[in-house]
């Protein structure tokens, strides 16, 4: 599997990042990230320099959205699937306006042209009208929308587990195995959030 990976300006880069090392098992990972990415790198997330030193141990090529002229703005570029993990609402809606503004939207619009497979991993809140309004116009143009919300079941309670529920979101659309959380059962034991608060 070919995946072009797009980590924007929106908070929960570590999503981005981590899909970025569980997809390497599985295939070939093209990592875009935009400058508002790498800032928010700088305040979540070891800093943008550790940030982009783990992106390259994880992908065959990693590129700045600024980088118009690489392989992954053509059609030519085929991969088989696009994530933007996290999608800023900008992102969103260049997507849903058709805006090729950068390489970033320019390369998963072509895989949206194409039929691809594109996910949008969204974390904003709350959601405006013209926020719904650009993610129900990608999910008309089948584009698959997880927003980044946490799992109170088959977690730990811990960043890392709330983390790998949203990627585990992710491989579950793209048909990846896994075990990155806990599915539900009657038998899965909640995270039981109100103990925290109650007890």
Known sequence: MKVVLVISGASGVVV????????SKVGEVYTIVTQEGLLVA???CLGRNRFVKLLRSFSKEVYLANEI???????SFLAEVGI????????????????QED????ALISILRRRGKVIVVFRE?????????????????????IPAVLGFYGVEGNVRSFVDFVVGKVLDVLGVKHDLYSR?????PPLDPCRIFYE
């Open 125 to 145: 809140s709350p959601l405006g009208v013209a926020e719904l309004k650009n993610l129900l116009r990608l999910a008309e143009r089948g584009v698959i929308v």
């Open 84 to 99: 933007a993990a996290p999608a800023s609402m900008r992102l969103i809606s260049s997507l849903a306006q058709g805006l």
């Open 103 to 106: 390489l970033a939207s320019r």
């Open 42 to 44: 700088d305040y979540e």
């Open 184 to 188: 539900w059962t009657r038998k899965t």
């Open 16 to 23: 981005g990042l981590r899909l970025a090392e569980v997809l």
């Open 69 to 75: 002229d690489a392989p992954l703005a053509s059609s």
